[in-house]
């Protein structure tokens, strides 16, 4: 429900939500044309995994319709890039659109050039005109993951799944999201981190943590029963701020990016938020931090309790923020459960 504040069908390790996921709804009205949300997950459950070791999902298509997350920074990466396919005709139409357009139109350009029908004043103009293109495509090539970054995503790509590759592959996961958006590929995407059951452990000062979703039931086991774990509180904490760590260095890419109208992460925003709110599996007193305004729509550096309003309102507000629109132009108020009382939350509303 998460992202798409649609009741479940099904119960336990079968659950699917009914209805699309915001990233979804964004990716439909405001992406090119067909284009998918760039949809990653870092964990370390196989696709295949079956009961509650499965990968779980965030992303929905529709109800019931989800969409898997990738688990590879490289296979996602290259996809994005065109570069599934090894055989020559991908390889020939990349090379193409890597190609300047003053490099692909040379022998008209200089015949243009040398023509004697084009007045001095006319040479000129087309020369700022050859010029400009020149710039521009230069700006849009530096959008790319540098050298580093991919050797990265092959070196782990070896053992993605295994679990001492988990911090560098959130990492990259979060890297491939500030390019997506960056680079136009796409203006949403999700990152899930953990599995369906978050099992991962976490080593902090060098010692290796018990299970992640053992800590957050504050004994050692997936439910209840288990040996108490007696600092249990303080090593959630402490793995709260490893997530808000890599959260913060989600928005410092996007505030690195310079647009016309100011850094990239004020133009959109990020959000970090849990499936739960404890380990107990409540849902109420979900939190939800929201980096950047939308473009203005939404008020920054404040602290606010929505005072137990329904997930939908939240989804509804960041679907505007998103640049979405009702029907009939305005603010989108009825996504998710249609039997839920729509609208926005407006102390976050600019």
Request: proline share 4%; aromatic share 6%; with cysteine.
């Amino acid at each position: 429900m998460c992202l798409t504040s649609a009741k479940i069908s099904g119960s336990g390790n079968t659950s699917l939500a009914n209805g699309e996921s915001i990233d979804n709804r964004i990716a439909r009205e405001r992406n090119p044309t067909g284009r998918d949300p760039l949809t990653l997950r870092a964990g370390w459950r196989p696709d295949d995994g079956t009961g509650y070791d499965n990968a779980g999902f965030l992303s929905y298509m529709g109800a019931k319709q989800p969409r898997a997350a990738e688990k590879s920074p490289l296979k996602a990466y290259q996809r994005m890039m065109g570069l599934v396919s090894t055989g020559s005709a991908t390889q020939s139409a990349l090379a193409l659109r890597r190609t300047s357009v003053n490099d692909m139109l040379r022998t008209q350009i200089r015949a243009l050039m040398a023509s004697p029908a084009l007045s001095a004043d006319d040479r000129q103009r087309l020369q700022q005109d050859l010029d400009t293109v020149r710039d521009v495509e230069m700006t849009v090539s530096t959008i790319t993951l540098d050298s580093a970054a991919q050797a990265d995503m092959a070196a782990v790509d070896k053992d993605v799944l295994n679990m001492n590759n988990h911090p560098k592959v959130l990492r990259l996961q979060l890297t491939l999201l500030a390019f997506a958006v960056s680079s136009g590929y796409s203006l949403t995407g999700t990152l899930k981190i953990g599995d369906r059951i978050d099992s991962n452990q976490w080593v902090i000062d060098g010692t290796k943590l018990p299970q992640f979703h053992m800590i957050s039931h504050r004994n050692m086991s997936d439910a209840a029963g288990g040996a108490t774990i007696p600092n249990a509180f303080e090593l959630n904490r402490q793995i709260d701020r490893i997530h808000a760590t890599e959260f913060i260095a989600l928005c410092d890419m996007l505030k690195n990016v310079s647009t016309p109208s100011g850094p990239l992460i004020d133009q959109g925003y990020a959000v970090w938020t849990n499936q739960v709110s404890t380990g107990w599996h409540r849902h109420d007193n979900q939190p939800f931090v929201i980096v950047g305004s939308g473009g203005g729509y939404l008020k920054t550096g404040q602290f606010v309790d929505a005072g137990g309003v329904k997930l939908n309102k939240m989804l509804n507000t960041l679907l505007t923020a998103a640049g979405v629109k009702a029907s009939g132009g305005g603010p989108v108020m009825d996504f998710g459960e249609p039997s839920l009382a729509g609208g926005l939350i407006t102390s976050i509303v600019a």
